[in-house]
């Protein structure tokens, strides 16, 4: 097997390049990371969940005509991508208040929104990713005001769609983080979704318990994670039994 080039490594996941100019391959690693990776661990199996959850949910979008990088799932850890021009921005739509919405604005983790709010931040771990205004982001040219009124249109088609997703297999959908990129097609670009969308992506409560099935699982040391990232995939249909990744402890990592 020819060795491969690594194009960037991030907390969760590696790129490499793809079989074909203008694509990469996509690479889910174990690690669990928190609070800019001053919490990190590493989950055996935690990769191949996220790739098959992250898979099913973006297929399901694509078919839906919602824009995506994705193009296939490749093995039990790495996809087909098409390559993309991220734009340094997490899009968090919010839909029941959670973790920092909570905290900030003095409200108790569950309450329902008035609707859902749509929320910037600045990718930069130095600075902890920052809240950031549509006016900070086209003053310093970080998307024009089309591109942000693509990616907010993308954001509301998504969150249907996951809301009604998880609803009918009895889950919550609390909050989600999404990553958009340019997709350049000869002279035309469009705005895709990009990254993945997964249970480390996602808040994701128990219907009738509020359990948490996501990566606050990790964050807030209540353990579990991977079997909650089992039980996510099983009620989406996705894993059969003997693609299940063995249920180990977390390592931790110095």
Known sequence: MSRRRR??????????????????????????????????????????LNNRIS???????????????????????????????IIPLEVVVRNVAAGSLAKRLGLEEGTQLPR???????????????????????????????ELDDIMALAVRVNDFLAGLFLGVGIRLVDFKIECGRLWENDMMRVVVADEISPDSCRLWDLKTNEKMDKDRFRRDLGGLLEAYQEVAQRLGILPEQDRPPVTGPTLVQ
């Open 7 to 48: 194009i960037y490594e991030g907390k969760a996941k590696i790129l490499y390049e793809g079989p074909e100019p203008g694509t990469l391959i996509q690479h889910f690693k174990d690690d669990a990371t928190a609070f800019n990776a001053k919490k990190h661990s590493v989950i055996d199996g935690k990769g191949v």
């Open 55 to 85: 898979e099913h949910i973006f297929t399901n979008l694509n078919d839906m005509g919602i824009p995506t990088h994705f193009i296939r799932r490749l093995n039990m850890r790495e996809q087909l991508i098409r390559e993309v021009e």
């Open 116 to 146: 859902s709010i749509i929320e910037f931040y600045y990718k930069n771990d130095e600075l902890n990713d920052p809240l950031v205004t549509e006016e900070h982001i086209t003053a310093f040219g970080w998307a024009t005001p089309q």
